[in-house]
């Protein structure tokens, strides 16, 4: 009882910190993250099958074609999705499973999954933001400019989410969401089963 898996989305402009967040949060065995599809370059540092699956624009659109992505969008130039395989099984065995993705595939998710629970994790303001992507020296001026220019647009999206999360820092950002998982697990829609249970010889386990 009270331990279905929960498929949580984490969005949030680029620069919010959502990276951070989520390797803090997956320090704890409750969760599990689930590695995207890009057709991104790799940065340096990053590794096949841990950052995200590197793969063409062709092998890409053949996920696509053969229903293996539980959603998928472009951004910035470049493909983004979630293999849906990974997402099934864990959330089978009761696992609470993170989505690390973008606004529009959280909105697909949503559809397909109206248990999901939507979090948007932001900085306090877009100077914040731009301090954020300046600092972490992975990107050219013209693709700060385009990320920048991408999170005008995903706040005004911020209403498709269930929270909004402040990333002022890593552990008030980690607790936050830990929180809303703890609540969540008890919502009364998660646990429609319970009366039968509670009302079973065997009780409530
Ligand atoms: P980056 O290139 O900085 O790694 O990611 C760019 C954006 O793509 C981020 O907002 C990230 O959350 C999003 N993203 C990463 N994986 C996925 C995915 O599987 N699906 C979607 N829709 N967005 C993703």
């Known amino acids: 009882m009270f331990d279905k898996g929960i498929l949580l989305i984490i969005s949030g402009p680029s620069g919010a910190g959502k ?3 989520v390797k803090e949060l997956i320090k704890e065995d409750k969760y599990c993250l689930s ?4 057709t991104r370059k790799p940065r340096p540092g990053e590794i096949e099958g841990v950052s995200y699956y590197f793969r063409s624009e062709e092998q890409f659109e053949k996920l696509i074609a053969d ?6 969008a472009a ?3 470049n493909y ?3 293999p849906l395989k990974y997402v099934e099984e864990r959330l089978a065995e009761g696992k609470n499973v993170i989505l690390e993705i973008e606004v ?6 949503k559809e397909r999954y109206p248990d999901a629970v939507l979090i948007f994790l932001t900085p306090e303001s877009i100077s914040d933001l731009e301090d954020r992507l300046r600092g972490r020296r992975t990107e050219s001026d013209e693709v700060i400019a385009m990320r920048l220019s991408r999170a005008r647009e ?5 209403d498709k989410y269930d929270y909004i999360v402040l990333n002022d820092l890593v552990r008030n950002a980690t607790s936050r969401i830990n929180g809303i998982v703890e609540t969540e697990k008890y919502a009364s829609e998660r646990n429609k089963d319970f009366p039968s249970k509670f009302l079973s010889e065997k009780g409530v386990d």
């Open 19 to 21: 990276g951070t967040v």
């Open 35 to 38: 590695v995207s599809v890009t």
């Open 67 to 72: 229903g293996e992505l539980l959603e998928y």
């Open 75 to 77: 951004f910035c130039g």
């Open 80 to 82: 983004y999705g979630t």
């Open 104 to 109: 529009q595939g959280a909105v697909q998710v």
């Open 154 to 158: 995903e706040v005004k999206l911020m």
